[in-house]
């Protein structure tokens, strides 16, 4: 007995799906490039509002670039170690960040920035 045949033509092709796959993964990437600026801009207003000691602003600003690096890289791995890099920095300042609106603005938005990144 034959099998019933399927029209199948109106399903993407595996390019169509790998173009789709990427142009997700480029709005996440610009999601939380979006959300990283916010961060650098929380590091800044942190540094000028006598929040953070020259190093610690240093240090900050050493891990937020380190995970824009990852970023525009792609590699997801590389992304994760730099998210918890610059998460586990901002924790070790929590208290000293919670005394100040702008340290509060910080950890908001490494926050958001945790919240935009790729899944991976």
Same mark, same amino acid.
């Given at each position: 007995?034959?099998?019933? %045949? ?7 092709? @595996? ?19 979006? $959300?990283?600026?916010?961060?650098? @801009?929380? #590091? ?15 240090? !900050?600003?050493?891990? %937020?670039? $380190? /995970?824009?690096?990852? /970023?525009?890289?792609?590699?997801? %791995?590389? #992304?994760?170690?730099? @998210?918890?890099?610059? %998460?586990?920095?901002?924790?070790? !300042?929590?208290?000293? !960040? ?7 603005? /910080?950890?908001? @938005?490494?926050?958001? /920035? ?7």
């Amino acid at each position: 007995m034959p099998l019933p %045949s399927v029209n199948v033509s109106g399903l993407p092709d @595996a390019s169509a799906l790998a173009s789709a796959a990427a142009g997700a993964a480029s709005a996440a990437t610009g999601a939380a490039m979006t $959300a990283l600026d916010a961060v650098d @801009a929380a #590091i800044t207003a942190n540094s000028t509002s006598a929040g953070l000691t020259a190093d610690e602003t240093s240090s !900050l600003t050493q891990l %937020s670039g $380190a /995970l824009r690096t990852a /970023l525009g890289s792609g590699d997801t %791995s590389a #992304i994760q170690t730099a @998210a918890t890099n610059l %998460s586990t920095k901002v924790d070790s !300042l929590a208290s000293k !960040l919670a005394a100040t609106p702008a340290g509060k603005q /910080l950890t908001d @938005a490494i926050a958001a /920035l945790k919240a935009a990144l790729p899944a991976g």
